[in-house]
C-alpha cells in the first residue's frame, strides 16, 4: 500500500500543479483554439497520471475526477464556459483549482446547527447510518459464494453507491470549513426514482450530467436542430449524451482491467439513452395533460429495467476481468491498513 499510496500523492501534487498552470497562463489567452492549444499538455498529463495506479479504491476516483470531469472542465474553460470561467471577479487561486479537480460548486453553506443530531434529513445523521452499512456490506462478501450472483450484484451496487456517499462527505467537511464551498451531490436516492429520466438525470451519479450537459447536450442539441429540426434535437442529444457517457465508462474499465473493451458498457449505455429519449418523446406526445403512471408502478419498473439490463451488459465485464474479486480484497486490505495504522 505504501508505494500506491505515494503514486496517489505524487500524482495529484502534479494534477494541482497543472491547474495552477492553467490558472496563470491559458487564463490569460483568448478563448477558443489558442486557449485550447494551451491547455492540451495538461489534457493529455491527466489522461495519463491515472495509469501509475492499480489500487481500486484509489484508482476509479482518480481516473473518474482528472480523465473525465476535470478535463471537460478544461474543454469548457477553452471557449469560456463551464465553472471555472465567467466568474466576476475571478475565481482565487485556490477556488480555481479544487473547482477544475473536484466536483466542487460554488454555493452558500447553510447553517444546519437548527437540525436534530438524529433527525434523518441531517447529513450528520446520515452519514452515521451510511458508515454503519459499509462494513456491514465488507463482511457479507465473506458469504458471497452461498449467495445467488443478482443477490451479490446487488450488493456490489450498495458497496459502491455507499462508498462514494461517504467518501464525499469525508471530503466536503473541510472544504466546507476552509472554502466555504459545497461538493457536488453524487447521489439522490436512486432507489426512489420513478422512471429513466429520473433516474439518470436528477438521482444517479448527478457529476456525470451536469458535466455532459454543457459539454454534449447542449451543442448537440444546437446542431441537430438546424439537421434534423427542433423536434428531434432533443432526443438526438440525450442519445449522444448516453453514447458519450458510455465511452468515458469503457475507457474508465479499460484503466481498471487493462482489458481489450468488449463494447457491452457502451451499449448498455446507448441503450438507455434511446429510452430515455422515447420517454420523453412519450411523455411530450402521448402523456398529455400531466398524466403519469402511479409511482407504485413507475418505481419498481424504473430499477428492475436498470437491474436487469445492468446485470446483462454493465457488470458481465466487471465479472470477467475480476474487478469484483479485486474489489472484495482490495475492501478487506484497506480495513486492515487502516487498522493498523490506528494502532500504530
Request: contains cysteine.
Amino acid at each position: 500500500m505504501e508505494p500506491e499510496i505515494h503514486n496517489f500523492i505524487c500524482i495529484w501534487i502534479s494534477a494541482i500543479a497543472s491547474s495552477c498552470y492553467c490558472y496563470f497562463i491559458p487564463k490569460h489567452i483568448p478563448s477558443g483554439g489558442a486557449r485550447l492549444l494551451s491547455l492540451f499538455p495538461v489534457i493529455l498529463l491527466f489522461i495519463a497520471l491515472p495509469s501509475r495506479l492499480t489500487v481500486f479504491h484509489l484508482a476509479a476516483p482518480t481516473i473518474f475526477y482528472l480523465v473525465w470531469l476535470a478535463n471537460f472542465k478544461l474543454l469548457l474553460f477553452a471557449f469560456d464556459h463551464g465553472p471555472l470561467s465567467g466568474h466576476h471577479p475571478p475565481l482565487p487561486l485556490l477556488h480555481f483549482v479544487v473547482i477544475s479537480l473536484l466536483p466542487i460548486k460554488l454555493s452558500q453553506v447553510n447553517d444546519s446547527s437548527s437540525q436534530s443530531d438524529s433527525d434523518p434529513r441531517n447529513p450528520s445523521f446520515l452519514f452515521a447510518v451510511k458508515a454503519l452499512l459499509l462494513p456491514l456490506i465488507v463482511w457479507l462478501y465473506k458469504f458471497r459464494q452461498y449467495f445467488n450472483q443478482n443477490v451479490v450484484l446487488v450488493i456490489y451496487c450498495c458497496h459502491i453507491y455507499l462508498g462514494v456517499e461517504l467518501v464525499l462527505f469525508i471530503t466536503a467537511a473541510p472544504i466546507r470549513s476552509l472554502l466555504g464551498l459545497e461538493l457536488e451531490p453524487q447521489f439522490k436516492e436512486p432507489y426512489l426514482a420513478t422512471s429513466l429520466q429520473d433516474f439518470w438525470g436528477r438521482r444517479w451519479n448527478l457529476m456525470v450530467p451536469k458535466i455532459l450537459r454543457p459539454t454534449v447536450y447542449f451543442p448537440v442539441r444546437s446542431v441537430s436542430a438546424k439537421i434534423l429540426g427542433k423536434e428531434w434535437a432533443n432526443p438526438a442529444a440525450i442519445v449522444a449524451s448516453f453514447l458519450v457517457s458510455g465511452l468515458m465508462h469503457e475507457l474508465i474499465y479499460y484503466y481498471l482491467s487493462r482489458a481489450r473493451p468488449t463494447w457491452e458498457v457502451t451499449w448498455f449505455f446507448l441503450l438507455h439513452g434511446v429510452c430515455v429519449a422515447a420517454e420523453v418523446i412519450v411523455k411530450k406526445k402521448v402523456l398529455v395533460g400531466g398524466w403519469r403512471l402511479n409511482r407504485a408502478f413507475s418505481g419498481p419498473l424504473t430499477l428492475g429495467f436498470v437491474a436487469v439490463t445492468g446485470s446483462m451488459l454493465f457488470f458481465p465485464q466487471i465479472l470477467r476481468n475480476g474487478l469484483d474479486v479485486k474489489i472484495i480484497d482490495e475492501s478487506n486490505m484497506l480495513a486492515r491498513f487502516v487498522g493498523d495504522h490506528l494502532r500504530v
